[in-house]
């Protein structure tokens, strides 16, 4: 299997497929450092088994003693915080999303996303690539992403625009994409018509990239 080549399962059937595949050797996650390690084990190998990189975001139950230091938020947008770049191979990082903050339509230039809820709650929009110029974009499914649960998406799957949708709660999700990219494309709801955006770290490893400006239109993962 290449890298991140993804077999599309039902969440609740991964658990069930990964077992019958690996038996009781199992890996155990007990702490954010144990996660970074299994992960950082897994992408050593140019064949990665995307159902063990899900198996392993999922048996992590978040704990803010583990990664309080990486959450940095900015009051008028949500935030993209590196946490370990996986030797060039795919990047780990939190989002940190204030209240009522989103993200634009967007698509994940050819990366494949992971996505797990760390704290609070975020609602995942979904739709389908336009076929055509001009037309609005149509929506084809979306969810709530509530603590712990994971979350998949890639190019052949459609785009997605992710929102905190309460007034009085932050968010905190977990991302892992492989490869990472520097750029993706964004999308006007209304219109279709599509951007390019510059995707930044607003921290990397716990530290404040000071002299970093978010772009106008940011991608969230």
Request: aromatic share 10%.
């Amino acid at each position: 299997m290449s890298v991140c080549q993804y077999i599309e399962n039902a969440e609740e059937d991964l658990d069930i497929t990964f077992y019958k595949k690996v038996g009781n050797d199992l890996p155990v996650i007990n702490s954010l450092d144990d996660l970074i390690e299994q992960l950082r084990i897994i992408f050593e190998s140019d064949s990665v088994d995307v159902d063990l990189v899900h198996y392993v975001l999922k048996s992590y139950k978040s704990n803010p003693a583990d990664w309080k230091r990486f959450a940095k938020f900015d009051r008028y947008r949500y935030t993209r915080n590196l946490v370990d770049h996986g030797n060039g191979k795919y990047n780990l990082m939190l989002l940190c999303w204030g209240e009522g903050h989103g993200s634009a339509i967007h698509d994940h230039s050819d990366s494949h996303c992971f996505m797990k809820m760390l704290q609070g709650s975020l609602s995942e929009i979904r739709f389908a690539w336009p076929d055509k110029e001009d037309v609005t974009l149509k929506e084809i499914g979306r969810k709530p992403l509530n603590i712990n649960q994971v979350c998949y998406i890639n190019d052949s799957i459609g785009l997605h625009r992710v929102e905190n949708l309460s007034n009085v709660d932050t968010a905190i999700s977990l991302h892992l994409y492989c490869p990472p990219y520097k750029q993706c494309s964004v999308f006007n709801q209304n219109t279709g018509q599509k951007s390019t955006s510059t995707v930044t770290f607003y921290s990397m490893f716990g530290k404040r990239i000071k002299e970093n400006k978010q772009v106008e239109e940011p991608e969230d993962n």
